[in-house]
Nanobody, 119 residues
Framework: QVQLVESGGGLVQAGGSLRLSCAAS????????MGWYRQAPGKQRELVAT???????NYEDSVKGRFTIFRDNAKNTVYLQMNSLKPEDTAVYYC?????????????WGQGTQVTVSS
């Protein structure tokens, strides 16, 4: 069994910063891609950023230059540093991981953490 636990969400004013963390735990041999997604009220979940095991990254266009995804493989943790936050970044943020564990390779999701940016 693998669990992803997110932390770091909260309320921040526009222009501010937050850092999200997501720690994977359980029966893990290795983790391939990790990523952050978000879902705003009334909208579909969308990709924010992904990072491979070798730390190649990919970003959604609206966050490029403001958000940075990075990971600590020794801690099975992925981070999302969010700077210059805008009200349109308000959403529930979910982490995602492609995990090789005791069972078959599988994709896991965290429970989500709320990020609210006030104008």
């Amino acid at each position: 069994q693998v669990q992803l636990v997110e932390s770091g969400g909260g309320l921040v004013q526009a222009g501010g910063s937050l850092r999200l963390s997501c720690a994977a735990s359980g029966s893990i041999f290795s983790i391939n891609d990790m990523g952050w997604y978000r879902q705003a009220p009334g909208k579909q979940r969308e990709l924010v950023a992904t990072i491979t095991a070798s730390s190649s990254t990919n970003y959604e266009d609206s966050v490029k230059g403001r958000f940075t995804i990075f990971r600590d493989n020794a801690k099975n943790t992925v981070y999302l540093q969010m700077n210059s936050l805008k009200p349109e970044d308000t959403a529930v943020y979910y982490c995602n991981a492609d995990v090789y564990g005791l069972g078959p390779r599988a994709e896991y999701w965290g429970q989500g953490t709320q990020v609210t940016v006030s104008s």
